[in-house]
């Protein structure tokens, strides 16, 4: 699923879903077991600010889950 606005959220994949799934890794958040759970997957990560903080923080929460991923700093560019 890729959440670009609102009108992403659609009955063919509802909020609820993104909510169970959420829930779901409480327990591996808990536990500190959440590391590389998600090897094949790669993450677009769009700043439509510069924050260095939430960048770094975002871009490690990405690594240690696992992913790959790609980042998109200037979006008016």
């Not at 909510?19 to 998600?38: F, G, H, R, V």
């Not at 700043?47 to 903080?53: A, I, K, V």
Request: aromatic share 6%; proline share 5%; glycine share 2%.
């Amino acid at each position: 699923m890729h959440v670009i606005n609102m009108e992403s959220f659609t009955n063919v994949f509802p909020i609820d879903k993104i909510i169970e799934l959420a829930q779901s890794m409480i327990p591996w958040a808990q536990k500190n077991t959440c590391d590389k759970q998600y090897p094949h997957t790669k993450a677009v990560l769009l700043f439509m600010e510069p924050s260095t903080r939430t960048m770094l923080s975002t871009e490690q929460a990405v690594m240690n889950l696992g992913m790959r991923h790609t980042r998109i700093s200037a979006a008016d560019h």
